[in-house]
C-alpha cells in the first residue's frame, strides 16, 4: 500500500531533511549527499582508488575521507612517508623504503635485520704466513710477520709493490737483521741509496777539464766544448 503523506513517515531519517505533504501524498527533501524516493540512497564519493595503497575511504554527505595505513599520509594517502630517514640500516647499507616498513641491502661485512651484526672474518683465517687477524666493522685487518705483506700477508717484499725506485731490481733477503723490510734493491748504474732513489752527479768531480759537464741517467758523458783546439791542449772525450 502507497505511502500516503508524511504522517507514516516515509523518508529515510538518516537522508532526509524534509517531508512535504502534497496532496494525500508526500515529497521527501534530501540532505545533501543522498538521493531517492525516500532519500534513502547514499550518494557515493568514493570511487575505486581513490585513497591509495588500499587506503580506506569513507564516503561522507558532502565527500569522503581517506583513512591512510599506517605510513601513509595526504588527502589520498598518497604520501609514503620516508622509514629510512633515520637510517635504520646504518650509514654504510642501502635503505629501501617500503610502506611502514623497509628493507636493508647490508654492505660487505654486515649482516642482519638491520645490517647491525659485523661479521667476524678472522674466524676463516684469512691472513697467510703467521699474520694476525683483527676484526674491524665491515671488515679485518693482517698484522702481517716480516717480511711477508699484502692485504692477506700473502705476498713477499717485492711481489706487493716494487719498493725500488728508478727500474733498481728488488731482491728478497730473509735475513731480518741485515735487512728488516725483506728486501734489497739492486740499483742500475748512476743511482744510489737503499731504494735507489738518488741521482748520483757524476759532475760533481769536475771531470770536464775546458767544458761544460751534463749529468744524465746512466752514466757520466762529457760533452767537451773545445775552445782552444791547438798544442798544449788537451781534447776531453766525447
Ligand atoms: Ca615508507
Ligand atoms: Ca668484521
Given amino acids: 500500500m502507497p505511502a500516503t503523506g508524511c504522517t507514516s513517515n516515509p523518508c529515510d531519517t538518516k537522508g532526509t531533511s524534509m517531508c512535504e505533504e502534497q496532496r494525500g501524498s508526500f515529497k521527501c527533501t534530501c540532505h545533501h549527499g543522498y538521493t531517492g524516493l525516500f532519500c534513502e540512497i547514499s550518494i557515493s564519493h568514493c570511487v575505486e582508488g581513490l585513497c591509495h595503497h ?96 699484502g692485504i692477506n700477508c700473502e705476498l713477499l717484499p717485492c711481489e706487493a709493490v716494487n719498493p725500488c725506485d728508478n727500474g733498481a731490481e728488488c731482491m728478497e733477503e730473509a735475513d731480518p737483521v741485515l735487512f728488516p723490510l725483506g728486501f734489497r ?30 749529468d744524465e741517467v746512466f752514466a757520466v758523458i762529457f760533452r767537451a766544448v773545445v775552445l782552444n783546439w791547438g798544442p798544449g791542449h788537451t781534447k776531453g772525450p766525447q
Fill in 54 to 149: 588500499g587506503s580506506k575511504c569513507v564516503n561522507l554527505p558532502l565527500g569522503f575521507v581517506c583513512e591512510c595505513l599506517p605510513g601513509l599520509q595526504g588527502r589520498f594517502c598518497e604520501v609514503n612517508i620516508d622509514d629510512c630517514l633515520d637510517k635504520p640500516c646504518g650509514a654504510l647499507s642501502i635503505c629501501k623504503d617500503g610502506i611502514n616498513a623497509y628493507d636493508c641491502f647490508c654492505a660487505p661485512g654486515f649482516v642482519g635485520p638491520e645490517c647491525s651484526l659485523d661479521i667476524n672474518e678472522c674466524v676463516s683465517y684469512p691472513c697467510k704466513n703467521g699474520g694476525t687477524c683483527i676484526d674491524q666493522p665491515g671488515n679485518y685487518y693482517c698484522r702481517c710477520a716480516a717480511p711477508f705483506k
Fill in 185 to 214: 734493491c739492486r740499483c742500475r748504474q748512476g743511482f744510489t741509496g737503499a731504494r735507489c732513489e738518488i741521482n748520483i752527479d757524476e759532475c760533481s768531480s769536475n771531470p770536464c777539464l775546458h767544458g761544460f759537464c751534463y
